[in-house]
């Protein structure tokens, strides 16, 4: 199956800090999405981003497909930005299944 | 509804017992994921539908574990013969049809003693 990886597995940053968190996929994808876990546990869907550049808010997200990478900017973080950071990604031939990485663990303090 | 509905949100079953996890997704979304998830992963794929029809079930670990959609709606995933690996939080996910945005529930945090 695809292999999915992400880095860094966990980041610390103070408030106000911005970072990058990079998503490697080892195969053809038609579909990449980014998700915020929060501590609560509730999985947020961020982007949809099968290729192409995205922002919202303080937040912005590059995938370039054929390169087989995707990356989330956090600008200015908050401490409400704390939480893992899941990248997910569908293979043209499996429609719906969907592949996590194992996500980077943010923690922002103030 | 406004959201992805998942019941109980909490479960706490006996060794051997059957489980019933419901998942009500958002109005009018076609297609509905079931994953599960343990602490400090990912969430791992189990099964998708489309309609009221399993697309990939590839995802479910054995016949223990079986999923139902009659309707095209609500959707049922059923544990027979818990056992404690089966500990876990699973988590039910809906999206417009396929390759959409998708959107989760709060999950259903299952504890077999």
């Known amino acids: 199956g695809i292999q999915v990886e992400q880095s860094p597995p966990d980041l610390i940053l103070q408030e106000g800090a911005n970072s990058t968190l990079r998503c490697n996929f080892s195969?053809?994808?038609?579909?990449l999405q980014w998700f915020h876990q929060n501590p609560w546990g509730q999985l947020i869907n961020l982007f949809y981003?099968?290729?192409g550049t995205k922002q919202n808010g303080r937040l912005s997200a590059t995938t370039v497909a054929t390169e087989r990478y995707s990356l989330l900017y956090i600008s200015s973080s908050q401490t409400t930005d704390s939480g893992v950071y899941f990248c997910a990604v569908e293979r043209p031939d499996s429609w719906g299944k969907f592949q996590f990485g194992a996500g980077t663990q943010v923690v922002v303090t103030p | 509804g406004a959201g992805v509905s998942q019941t109980p949100s909490n479960k706490v079953t006996e060794k051997g017992k059957y489980v019933e996890l419901r998942c009500d997704p958002i109005s009018g979304h076609t297609a509905l994921y079931w994953y599960r998830q343990s602490l400090g992963q990912g969430p791992e794929f189990l099964i998708y539908f489309q309609g009221t029809g399993a697309a990939d079930d590839s995802g479910l670990p054995n016949d223990r574990f079986f999923a139902v959609r009659p309707e095209g709606s609500v959707s049922t995933l059923k544990i027979q013969r818990t056992e404690r690996g089966d500990s876990a939080v699973y988590l039910c996910?809906?999206?417009?049809?396929?390759?959409?945005?998708?959107?989760f529930g709060e999950g259903s945090w299952l504890t077999v003693v």
């Open positions: 981003i099968p290729s």
């Open positions: 195969d053809s994808v038609n579909n």
């Open positions: 996910a809906s999206s417009l049809t396929s390759g959409n945005t998708i959107y």
